[in-house]
């Protein structure tokens, strides 16, 4: 069985910072893509940024320059270092990987963090 544990969401003001992480947990053999997800109310869940096991990254265009995502391989963790934060960013965080585990690849589910940008 494969778990994908979120932390770090909350209420920020905007212009504020929040670090979001994702620890995979299981019996994993590798993670290519791990990536962050996010659905505000009313919306489709749409990608935030998404990173390899090599490194390379994609960011949606509304974060770009505002958003930093990496990832420890050692620690099957990844994180969403989140500065300059709007109120347009509030929604719920989705941490999302590509998981191989006895010859299998599939995608699984964090079970989503609340982020809430306000004054």
């Known amino acids: 069985q494969v778990q994908l544990v979120e932390s770090g969401g909350g209420l920020v003001q905007p212009g504020g910072s929040l670090r979001l992480s994702c620890a995979a947990s299981?019996?994993?053999?590798?993670?290519?893509?791990m990536g962050w997800y996010r659905q505000a109310p009313g919306k489709e869940r749409e990608l935030v940024a998404a990173?390899?096991?090599?490194?390379?990254?994609n960011y949606a265009d509304s974060v770009k320059g505002r958003f930093t995502i990496s990832r420890d391989n050692d620690k099957n963790t990844v994180y969403l270092q989140m500065n300059s934060l709007e109120p347009e960013d509030t929604a719920v965080y989705y941490c999302?990987?590509?998981?191989?585990?006895?010859?299998?690849?599939?995608?699984?589910w964090g079970q989503g963090t609340q982020v809430t940008v306000s004054s």
């Open positions: 999302n990987a590509e998981i191989t585990r006895f010859g299998m690849r599939r995608t699984y």
């Open positions: 299981g019996s994993i053999f590798s993670i290519n893509v």
């Open positions: 990173i390899t096991s090599g490194g390379t990254t």
